[in-house]
């Protein structure tokens, strides 16, 4: 075993100790897939195969891919590292692709600026809904590859199973077809979500709660509105570090994940309420709440939800749609308060 590859082991067990865990068989083997990578970083070897340019690490929410990639992550010895969650990164590449809009070769120039110098590109919570993002992230496969950077992944899907609507799956084929050339795949799975499996609620998103209590409304409650980027979007009320919207307001409206992370970054509570069941909005609505409890998630924001319905019936009612798992997963770190009959 090579001295490095023993290094980056150790520090994935050092993180684990500090974190009060145990790392399961799986995630052992996990661990020593992720320090076989080499992104160590003047040059390949000519002897590596096709797919030891990558992993791509697939399985059920809750079973510690994240985790484990951000401690290889962490534990390589190098700077010229980039880590990336889903909607930002996307957030991040419109902003420059804008910035250039007027220029040729103007998405080859954002996707270099994101990227920089990296040897090591790890792409947290990957998964892919919408066809446009399907396009720009077959362009960032075909830029990465081409430039030789290691590149880690972690979703909820395999990667054939990526944009799963079949109206537009055919769109990310050649996506797919880079991750399988490019990329070795490990299916990480297991009995136990470590999500809900400590208890323990300390702040951020997992300080949150699910509620049936009737909502009460600020003292000075004040419907406004909010603008990014020239688009205004009506709220119930902001005030410093505090952001109060309906259901409707977020998610029936046509909002992106523009807005969500930009909301995400300056109020570090949320009080959400009217939250329908699935089965009372379309397709375009529970996607949005999906894609607002990623970038919540991600942002680490404390939200209490309000709902006529239980958290327990809301998931059963979730649960019809295939792909709203991960979110399923997340909810379950909230508190619930049910105290109405």
């Not at 059920?60 to 951000?70: D, E, F, T, V």
């Not at 990465?144 to 909820?156: E, G, H, K, L, M």
């Not at 951020?204 to 406004?224: C, E, I």
């Amino acid at each position: 075993m090579s001295s490095r590859r023993q290094a980056i082991l150790w520090a994935i067990e050092a993180a684990a100790t500090r974190d009060g865990m145990s790392l399961d068989p799986g995630q052992r083997q996990l661990a020593g897939r992720l320090a076989d990578l080499d992104p160590h970083l003047s040059h390949w070897s000519s002897k590596r195969t096709p797919t030891s340019n990558g992993l791509f690490v697939h399985g059920p929410a809750g079973r510690g891919k994240s985790w484990l990639a951000n401690a290889y992550f962490d534990a390589v010895p190098t700077h010229r590292k980039t880590r990336v969650h889903f909607h930002s990164f996307f957030d991040e590449l419109h902003r420059h692709i804008h910035h250039h809009r007027d220029e040729d070769r103007a998405v080859q120039k954002a996707l270099d600026e994101v990227i920089r110098d990296c040897r090591l590109l790890f792409f947290d919570e990957l998964h892919v809904h919408d066809s446009g993002d399907a396009r720009l992230l077959t362009r960032l496969l075909e830029r990465v590859f081409a430039r030789r950077i290691v590149v880690v992944a972690t979703s909820n899907y395999a990667p054939d199973d990526l944009l799963p609507n079949p109206i537009w799956h055919h769109i990310f084929e050649p996506g797919i077809a880079l991750i399988n050339a490019h990329m070795s795949t490990f299916h990480l799975t297991g009995s136990i979500d470590y999500r809900t499996a400590g208890g323990g609620r300390i702040s951020g998103f997992a300080a949150g709660d699910w509620t049936t209590d009737p909502v009460t409304m600020p003292k000075r409650y004040d419907g406004t509105s909010l603008a990014v980027r020239d688009r205004h979007f009506p709220v119930l009320a902001a005030r410093p570090g505090e952001l109060w919207v309906t259901f409707a307001q977020v998610c029936s409206a046509p909002m992106s994940n523009i807005e969500y992370l930009e909301w995400a970054r300056t109020y570090s509570h949320w009080v959400v309420v009217d939250i329908p069941l699935f089965d009372d909005i379309d397709a375009e609505a529970q996607q949005r709440f999906i894609n607002l409890i990623d970038v919540l998630v991600d942002i680490d924001v404390r939200v209490t939800f309000h709902s006529s319905h239980t958290l327990h019936r809301f998931s059963a009612a979730a649960s019809r749609r295939p792909d709203a798992f991960r979110m399923q997963s997340r909810m379950q770190l909230l508190g619930v308060v049910n105290r109405l009959t």
